[in-house]
């Protein structure tokens, strides 16, 4: 077998890129077996990490654009190795360099971020659209709370109902909230996941300066990505903002009263844990405490659920990339959901919401199983 | 005298030091302080909070590398602890503070209510037969049930029921009461209250041991949520004989035995993500342990281990690993895993891991075994700060380099997992370190608690005929309700020779004893015989009682109906109450035939023998001048130092240097120490407590004779100087030692370097050495983060087969990885090229080895390479060996007397080890054990006289021939044949009466005093004659 040296000049790249926890990494091989890829093909991060230590990664390999940062790897690593962030890095090195590495779909979702501030190149002002009737205020520094919807919430047709949901029942709720319609744009955390670290940069200021701006301090969101982003990247951009999931939200209101569930839900539904909700923030009784108020609801968890719940394929920008049929982890969890004997499929993150109800279409088993937000499912009980 | 160089001893307070010690916790490694501590003079309370003694290493079923049954090396313990005068065992009792300087400690303990009194009950468990409450068994790790009121384990000692209180029917709701009555002994009392107590002792050692990993707290192990994923711990009990399935290995979901298993190592151990990032140090031995014993249960078993690293370090472990790897049906594969599914039928639990490098497979198991790491638990760290003792990081006891046993308070010492998880050999060496710690520090108050018992004068029964009294026990119910107990009194009644014959309920107990005793005086017995339980435990109760009557203890002959009978053929009646009487039967024939054997005394030289001054001979010899003892160090070389001086630091950044300075100028400022440089030992003879040695000393070789009662040898080991990988060829290539002295002496040679290479192994692990050097990996680590301070950005690469930085040391193979250091491993069949290699005006070392995980060649060029070399026997220790008669093991280091539970004795009395003459080991361990070698001496000599003699091995010179046979036999050098007399004679110090020459022997002139041929031929005559 031919010898070949360790190339420094790129390990030295992708650890000036923000790669270098591969240091750490003792090659045990947990990430690798951890992976839910290897259920669907072959997948092996822990000798991508190898390559990356050496030098001699393949850096215009499509597998570093697999991981979707679900941190099944990282909830389990031994020596505590950033993998996703080694899979930034890379991802970041060839942006860099090679604008087109990244897929069709995926630049497309980027240029319209830049431009439009969505990811669908929809009009920036029709942000707040999703309102319709509903009586809702702009925010303004007297409120309580900004309700920051994500770009899936407010622009897609199929989860509007989620935003919709989700503001009446803060309504409902009492709660003095209001919204910046398109004075801000998207969080970006999928753009920096997906390497693009220059757009992310210039999404976050915007965002901080509207907030600024309009005096927010504190955030409710639908989107585990956003509240993960918000928590994690904003403070290192200077925002000073406190953000509450929605399920932390209610699950709260739901403790101290405020609110009541008139109606019963006779249904049997399946809670899957979202990857940013659940192993990303450790939120999983609120969702589940919500659900076990609703009078009337049985409440199953999947197979594999909390610190061990399957991703639905949706996070490390992945919700804008293209995965063949036969690998897509949602078309497994519906698969499951179907078989458990559940009604509704609910979650509470839109990227799961989108990938479920791709799935559900795509079997043809619309009449069989239906897929909610948690929002829905607290709304019809109200 | 309390010597101000000891490391953190406060001055002494004009008040007198207590001649007493506290030992709390009771594992294996608090009662071997116990045990040293008691016989070098001291009083010994020896505290646990459990109902019995034992600890974790009581749970265990076999222990590694020799299978030994972890119960039955450790219960002869039990024993020596509950007989030992001088020793108090409280259990269910803890600590609550300690007032007071070292020397003038008063512990204040608390003691919860037993409601079974210890003087009363006698074990016999009938009230667990009545009570009615079923509760998971801890012993068992609640795999089985057991009763409220139970014996916490067949062998516990103290032999007292104990009560779950929160479960007792009467202690949580008033009712009940049923084992009250039903106790013949009328021992359970339910008004026992919680109680408190001072105790006056001079020193405290802490063993308080570990709690295994809880592996619920990691949802991807799926413990609790799948059915056939069980502990380590728990497997324990499942192999073991006195376990839930009574040692018949049967997964937990359905009782199928199991035919494809997997182990799972490093559970809660080298992982952020568990919360403890030290290794356990254990877990992977232990795994191959169950391995290699599942196999022998199920011989088709297909048996994986999916590990990290595997930590094979210490001695006689590597061999053990590779007789597992031999063993057909076993894999070891070099990957965590990944826990997928259970399948609901089948119960099977499917597990994904990597295969070669980077594949993967799903492979489904019976059972899955998780090797859970040692915590230190929260209790372990609340009693440290009650104590005012420091703690590490990670939770265990904080010590300073080169002082692994002293704690942050003055004479408050450690010993056991509490230090750092640690394996039993290392846990007994450390225990007896520590008891020498308390015994120099008390050392002018030993002997001044101790108990004597008197006993009045023997009388002579020569000439007598035989009065033999006969005394069969109930047991409680144990034995009289399979038994007819009545039946059988009334049949020894007429066995020719016995004049008193009677039944006790509980002959063990005390009332029953006094009236053994008074019977004894009254009737003129002059024989004894009781027919109860096991002389195991119960012998040494019996000949005491002959001995308060005035009669020679050996004039007892017991005979086991329990365990020999009534145990094993209940519901019999009829058959077994006709072979007690057969057993009796033999007994009182045997009974008839005893002599009394006379114990010889003889006085102990309080003087040493220390062969090598390196740092564990010296640590050795401190210890005991401080003790009073006049000590002989003896060294080959000009200096003293040892390997010690080629030392630079401790990867925890211990001054080596400066530490054998140190040593050096205490041992030659002590001036009870002789130093002998430049000298060697010609002879040693004699024998424990006598021996008589001479040297040829110094540089004109004049020979002097030496007395003295023990013998430490210390003589070192070597470092390889390896052919490989052009060592000695190439100026480049050096030891990792050679490396150190370099980077302290001349770092600017290595300033200029930019690709450093190690490559560990180098003649270890091999088919010529197959052990492990132990202590290379680390000292790889040790080089290469002080390569990166010399230069931060020199590539270093560490090639190895397995990192086994253990314990502690974990931290640093974090640290030099987050550093940059690069590690590859590679595999014994592939291993490393290195060429010397011209190119493009540069010079290096080409070094190629293949990544197992890319599956490619890598190729570094390095400018400099250093091997971790093993570290190989002293050349003289094979010559030492023929002098000392001492074996040597498979691997030329010298071989102590047992493994696990003697790792600093010789076979034969009197002689001790320590340090590298042992075999690899790092500084601090060699000082532990120095220690240790030290504590064992002290056992000797502090006793003013040894007894010798009893049952021991007796010649017929008219039959002996002087073959020699005996002598080459003989596992204790206790018999050897007299070239002037032509026969052989025993040396009644070291005989023990094993037997093993009387069957060698082919001229039958040898016999054993108490167990002769006479005797035993006897008793199968007299099973052969006679109705029943």
Not at chain 2, 1 to 26: E, Y
Not at chain 2, 208 to 225: H, K
Request: aromatic share 8%.
């Amino acid at each position: 077998m031919e010898a070949i040296a360790p190339i420094k000049e790129v390990s030295d790249l992708i650890r000036d890129a923000g790669g270098d926890a591969f240091k750490l990494c003792f090659q045990c091989g947990l990430c690798t077996v951890s992976c839910p890829w290897n259920c669907v093909r072959s997948f092996s991060p822990h000798q991508m990490i190898s390559q990356a230590k050496f030098g001699l990664a393949d850096i215009e390999d499509e597998a570093w654009w697999l991981c979707s940062t679900c941190n099944m790897c990282i909830s389990r690593c031994p020596r505590g190795v950033s993998i996703t962030d080694i899979m930034r890095s890379v991802r970041a090195i060839m942006m860099e360099y090679q604008y087109n590495m990244a897929q069709p779909s995926l630049r497309s979702a980027m240029g319209s971020l830049r431009g439009n501030g969505n990811p669908w190149l929809e009009d920036r002002e029709k942000r707040s659209a999703w309102k319709q009737d509903l009586q809702l205020e702009d925010f303004h520094q007297d409120m309580d709370l900004l309700y920051f919807p994500c770009c899936v919430p407010a622009y897609d047709p199929k989860l509007r109902s989620v935003a919709r949901a989700s503001a009446a029942i803060l309504q409902a709720a009492g709660v003095r909230f209001g919204i910046l319609g398109s004075k801000e744009n998207c969080c970006g955390e999928s753009v920096r996941k997906a390497g693009n670290d220059e757009l992310f940069e210039s999404l976050v200021k915007s965002n901080i300066s509207a907030f600024e701006a309009e005096g927010v301090r504190e955030v409710i969101v639908s989107s585990p990505h956003c509240y993960t982003t918000f928590k994690e990247d904003y403070p290192g951009f200077g925002a000073q903002i406190k953000v509450f999931h929605m399920t932390q939200y209610l699950a709260d209101l739901i403790d101290r009263g405020r609110l009541k569930f008139r109606k019963e839900l006779r249904k049997k539904v399946v809670y899957h844990d979202p990857c940013y909700l659940g192993r990303h923030n450790g939120i999983y009784d609120e969702p589940r405490k919500i659900l076990g108020s609703i009078p009337g609801l049985e409440v199953m968890d999947e197979i594999d659920s909390r610190e061990n719940s399957l991703c639905c394929g949706g996070g490390g920008g992945r919700i804008w990339m293209e995965t063949k049929k036969g690998e897509r982890f949602s078309d497994m969890l519906v698969d499951q959901a179907i078989s458990l004997g559940a009604d509704i499929l609910v979650t509470a993150c839109p990227y799961c919401l989108l990938n479920f109800m791709d799935s559900v279409v795509t079997a043809d088993k619309g009449d069989v199983l239906e897929v909610k937000d948690i929002s829905i499912i607290v709304q019809s009980a109200l | 005298m309390l010597n101000s160089d000891t490391l953190n001893q406060a001055p002494v307070p004009t008040m007198r030091k207590v001649g007493a010690v506290l030992v709390a916790g009771a594992g294996v490694s608090g009662i071997q302080a116990a045990l040293d501590v008691a016989n070098s003079g001291f009083k010994v309370y020896l505290v646990d909070k459990e109902p019995a003694i034992g600890g974790r290493m009581s749970q265990l079923d076999k222990t590694f590398p020799t299978n030994d049954c972890s119960m039955c090396i450790l219960s002869p313990k039990f024993i020596e602890c509950a007989t030992n005068p001088n020793i108090s065992v409280l259990t269910e009792s803890e600590i609550d503070r300690i007032d007071g300087e070292a020397g003038t400690f008063e512990v204040t303990l608390t003691h919860k209510p037993r409601y079974v009194n210890p003087e009363k009950c006698t074990g016999c468990r009938t009230c667990s037969e009545y009570c009615p409450v079923q509760v998971l068994d801890p012993y068992n790790e609640n795999l089985g049930t057991v009763k409220v009121i139970h014996l916490p384990f067949p062998q516990a000692v103290p032999a007292v029921s104990t009560i779950d209180p929160s479960h007792c029917l009467f202690l949580s709701r008033q009712a009940c009461q049923i084992c009250v009555p039903v106790c013949r002994n009328k021992a359970i009392d339910f008004h026992h209250q919680q109680e408190k107590s001072k105790i006056d002792v001079g020193s405290v050692i802490l063993s308080p041991g570990y709690e295994a990993f809880a592996p619920g707290r990691q949802a991807q192990y799926r413990y609790g949520a799948f059915r056939n994923i069980v502990t380590s711990l728990e497997f324990e009990r499942l192999l073991s004989a006195s376990g839930p399935n009574r040692g018949v290995l049967r997964r937990p979901s359905d009782g199928k035995r199991p035919q494809k298993m997997a182990w799972i190592q490093c559970v809660g151990s080298r992982d952020t993500t568990a919360g403890h990032k030290y290794c356990s140090a254990v877990c992977c031995m232990y795994a191959i342990k169950q391995v290699i014993l599942s196999k022998e249960q199920i011989p088709g078993l297909d048996a994986v281990i999916l590990h990290n690293d595997i930590r094979a370090y210490g001695k006689g472990f590597e061999r053990y690993y590779e007789r597992a790897r031999n063993t057909p049906g076993v894999r070891f594969i070099w990957s965590k895993a990944s826990i997928l599914r259970e399948n609901p039928e089948t119960g099977e639990v499917t597990i994904r891991h990597r295969v070669n490098g980077f594949g993967i497979k799903d492979e489904a198991f019976d059972l899955v075994v998780l090797s859970v790491g040692l915590t230190s638990p929260d209790s372990n760290r609340q009693l440290a700060d009650r104590l005012h003792v420091e703690t590490n990081s990670h939770g265990f006891c904080e010590t300073q380099p080169f002082s692994p046993i002293e704690t942050s308070r003055p004479g408050v010492y450690v010993c056991g997992v509490f230090r750092a998880p640690m394996d039993i050999p290392d846990s007994v060496t450390m225990a007896s370190g520590a008891a020498s710690f308390a015994s120099e520090l008390l050392s002018d108050q030993r002997g001044t608690l101790v108990t004597e018992t008197s006993y009045p004068p023997e009388r002579n029964v020569g000439g007598e005929p035989p009065r033999v009294g006969v005394f069969v026990c109930d047991c409680g119910t144990n034995i009289v309700k399979v038994v007819d107990v009545a039946n059988v009194v009334t049949y020894a009644r007429g066995l020719s020779g016995v004049v008193h014959a009677q039944e006790e309920t509980f002959s063990c107990s005390i009332d029953s004893i006094t009236r053994m005793v008074a019977t004894i005086k009254e009737k003129g017995l002059n024989r004894v015989v009781v027919a109860a339980c096991t002389p195991r435990t119960h012998e040494p109760v019996f000949q005491d009682a002959l001995r308060q009557a005035g009669m020679n203890p050996h004039l007892i002959e017991m005979t086991n109906i329990r365990e020999h009978c009534s145990w094993v053929h209940t519901g019999e009646r009829e058959a077994a109450t006709a072979k007690t009487r057969d057993l009796v039967r033999m007994a009182v024939s045997k009974a008839r035939l005893l002599d009394p054997l006379q114990r010889l005394s003889y006085a102990v030289t309080g003087a040493a023998l220390v062969i090598g001054g390196g740092i564990s001979g010296m640590v050795s010899a401190l210890a005991l001048a401080r003790q009073g003892i006049r000590v002989h160090l003896v060294e080959k070389e000009e200096w003293l130092g040892g390997l010690g001086r080629r030392i630079r630091s401790s990867i925890e950044g211990g001054n080596v240097r400066a530490y054998v300075r140190k040593l050096i100028r205490e041992v030659y400022a002590n001036l009870l120490i002789m130093v002998y440089t430049e000298s060697d030992l010609i002879e040693v003879s004699g024998y424990v407590g006598n021996f008589s040695s001479r040297i040829r000393a110094g540089k004109r070789g004049a020979v002097k004779t030496i007395s003295h009662g023990v013998t430490i040898v210390a003589t070192g080991a070597e470092e390889l100087k390896p052919d490989a990988y052009l060592f000695g060829k190439d100026r480049r290539v050096a030891t990792l030692l050679e490396l150190e002295e370099e980077m302290e002496d001349h770092p600017d040679n290595l300033r200029d370097c930019s690709t450093f290479v190690m490559i560990q192994c180098v003649g270890s692990r091999d088919t010529e050495r197959p052990y492990c050097s132990r202590i290379c990996c680390t000292h790889a680590i040790k080089n290469a983060l002080t390569l990166k301070k010399i230069n931060p950005y020199m590539e270093i690469y560490i090639l190895y087969r397995d990192m086994r930085t253990y314990g502690f040391r974990e931290d640093y193979y974090r640290e030099a990885a987050e550093k940059g250091v690069i590690f590859i491993r590679y595999d014994a069949d592939d291993k490393p090229d290195v060429e010397a290699v011209e190119e493009n005006g540069r010079s290096f070392l080409r070094v190629t080895v293949t990544e197992p995980v890319l599956g490619r060649r890598l190729m570094m060029d390095a400018d400099r390479l250093a091997l971790g070399v093993a570290t190989v026997p002293s050349a003289g220790n094979s010559s030492l060996s023929q002098l000392l008669k001492a074996p040597l093991n498979e691997d030329s280091f010298f071989m102590e007397a047992h493994m696990k539970l003697r790792p600093v004795d010789f076979p034969t009395d009197g002689f001790f080890m320590a340090g590298l003459a042992h075999g690899p080991k790092f500084v601090d361990e060699s000082i532990a054990q120095a220690r240790a070698a030290a504590s064992r001496a002290m056992t000797i000599l502090a006793k003013k006289e040894i007894m010798a003699g009893g049952t021991i091995c007796s010649v017929d010179g008219k039959k002996c021939t002087g073959c020699g046979v005996c002598q080459e036999i003989c596992a204790f050098n206790a018999i050897e044949v007299d070239a002037m007399a032509g026969v052989a004679i025993v040396q009644k110090a070291l005989c023990k009466g094993c037997g093993l020459c009387v069957a060698s022997c082919r001229s039958g002139a040898l016999d054993i005093l108490g167990f002769s041929e006479e005797q035993t031929l006897g008793m199968i005559e007299a099973i052969m004659e006679g109705a029943h």
